[in-house]
């Protein structure tokens, strides 16, 4: 299933046009295609457009041809699909648009034996990714884990190369395609069962206070390869390795101000989020947190992300920042916040970003409903340099030859980054040569961050001297511990789920030095 | 000096008595005693009463004659020092009381050779835990760590045999002697660098709002003994097994609400907490938490333990309850509480509650500033039963007996606790038979918590059938996860510090079935 999903979005369609000269056969013509299952990334769910719907009313196509004109409204016919278009026509005069989101204006069924007399105008598939952005020397800085949604890691060397994570390096973890944004009809909505509010981008910044917090953003999935296992088995799921995780300065706006203002945080026990990336039935990206969270600590509606308005990638308007918390609770794109007794209706919130016990070998095979959606992350810590560059899917002996400084130095340089949850911050991260048995001290650099609100992470490095390294292949484990002693499990034995969530055990690579550099004699 | 220090503890000495007739040379007879050296229970650091002090100004023996009236107060020379002890006989007019701290009330030495004049009268040294109460069924109940102070740990099987863990068998972790409290003149003080308030018992309890919650309490070096390990090394310290834990109903009113009522919230970054247990330098045990946790969190300024009044071994009259954060926090026999940019200052927040990198071999290598004071508790677990008498020092091979309930429904039942910190509830506990490959879900008994006030333990039963079982020696191991993904490590290899604190390991035992039993053909 997974690899036919990944062949229908790696497909390259063409651009679909629509303007206001429209007719229902002309539309039908732009936004419809031949049958083809879409198949829903998260979920494996195929959804086909224009699929008889039971519960509607029947509409015949001489029917649908009477409403042509703004007057009347814009029908059209699509398969068995009756659609009333008139509200996407109205709201998009002309220009580049495109209508995603067919299932949204379904309205009924053509009688049985019309849909062949209107098959022929059907010829093109929407491309939902026609809107996700130029991604320039992509290959230089991310490994690509899926092309469409786009998922990609930074590279573990280009992940400790800086402080704060470039935005152009940062990485990108997409559930469904970029959506399309009007900055001038964006609006964001905010309310509970009762109200509804709405505030504008402009209104959103002129409003409130802004802020700016540093704040990592680490994926649950982040290390899923090294959770596979042979005693336990391989897990599903995009298999990241150590770079599904950044450090940035991000702007905003306080949640809980925004909330406040609107007389909001007085009920609720959670806070819901959703985004504009929708699919074809209008189920968008959503997640939540509990409102406790949402009202403490620093969560923000980011405009900026490294000073620089967010990108389409990283989520252009606006996006939540849950720092401390897993990245999928950082909706990008967000255009609603609901305060609500539950948790959001979503997959991604009620089964996806689950940890399952161990003995669960096929997600089908439980209650989603006891077990408790992921939030806080735990401590965590890898090896990013020296880094092999391949995708790091099995632990291979990486062959190294020191760089001059390290040479200069007679040492061999070792980094990598460390971060927990919470706001926990880091206290210590160790390496060790010899499995575990001896420790040795890194060296951090991190940032001085109030109780329990250190958002950032912690680079950390150790330099080892050439004299103490084997000239046979070794391995070095990294392990942190954060200031209240939260640490790393040895293995994944412990931690193991299907899903290869939130995978922390210590961190291996196995290295040598390079043999070219030991026949000049410069090691010894 | 640890041997030393034992010795010293255990030895048991005449309680004293003292009363308003006194003179000095009669004063002095019953309050000191023979040249002994008396050793800080946690400092090592011997404390010499009657030593000369040179900066104190010189007193001779007829100075001290004068000095035997309620007018003139009452003054007594022991060994080189002199001491005015009017306030002390002021405050205590008859009955039975005695003076602990005795260098408290030092206010100048002797002349050079009035010592030798004078040492006739020294007969008996103070006994510091005269009044440490009876402690009943002790030996039934706890493994007793040490005598004086008083450390006993609960045995495995009194642990898990009821959900709040009755007050008898709570573990019992003192750090000096139980003080002598007067509950009429017994006053807390409460203040910052400009003011000071105080609160009698009474006044405390009438006018404030009372608060119960169900919290664990688990000392930082629980399951200490299980850090020692043949690669890293001994750990030094009090070797508790699995017993220095336990859960209870706490009644008290929030810390929160009387640091408000004197307005006492708005600024300093701790909150420090000082008991009446004091060693002979007026030293007393000290603690303070991150003025955010007083704050937000349900701290407890305690009165009752499981509905009834706190017993002295627990603090009476009153102790502070710092839940989901290491025991050494939730200062017993409480008198004063301090609002403050700094940490407590004293022995037990600045150097003995820390956790030391690996290569730490001895605690004085390290400068203890840079090394953060334990808070939170980390996630934790435990097996219970079955379980050995004995004091789990080593693991051993458990021959065990099947109850009767298990035989009849040819099954044995495992039984333990599991505990996160920082409110953070226990997902799941699992247990593994085969080292780790596959894991069983154990059957939870826990409370409904809010969000992150998750206080209480959880207990948890799995049942073995009979057939599973192996009928050669096997382990069984534990581990636990909490529901924001925190977990714990393998092995103690990562975690292994010289002070052997905050060991949360997997647990193991192993475990044969009885000879007997399986020559009884009950078995299979």
Redesign the interface.
Known sequence: MRLRLTFLFRQRFTSQIITTSLTGGLIAGYLFSKYKPIVHAETDKSIIIGERIPTLPTYSMADVAKHTTKENGYWLAFRDGVYDISSFVESHPGGKQILKTVEHYRIGNLPLGEREANENNQEEVIDLFQYDPERLNAIENFFIRSEKPYNAETKPSMLISSFLTPVEKFYIRNHMHVPFVNINQYKLEIGNEKSTYSLSYDDLKDKYQSYTITSALQCAGNRRNGMNNE??GTVQGTQWYVGAIGNARWTGVKLSDVLKSFDLDKEG?HIQFFGLDCDTSQRCYGASI?I??AL?DDVLIAYKMNDEILTSDHGYPLRILVPGIVGARSVKWVNRIIVSDKEADSHWQKADYK?L???IKQPQQIDYDN??A??????QSAICYPASNDDGNKIKILSVKPNDDDIKNRRLTIKGYALS??G??I??V?ISLDH??????TELEQLAQP??RAWSWTLWTYHIPFNDIPSKPFDIIC?A?D?????????P???WNIRG??N?A?HKISLQIDENFLKEKKFK
């Open positions: 005693q336990q026990k509990p406790e969270k403490n940890v016990p161990s003995s077990v408790p992921i939030q806080e992350l735990n401590v949850g919470g926990r911050q206290h210590n160790q575990g048995k001896t420790w040795l001290q109780y329990m392990r511990m200031t209240h002693t939260n640490s790393q499990p040895d293995t034995l412990g931690i969530l939130m922390n210590w």
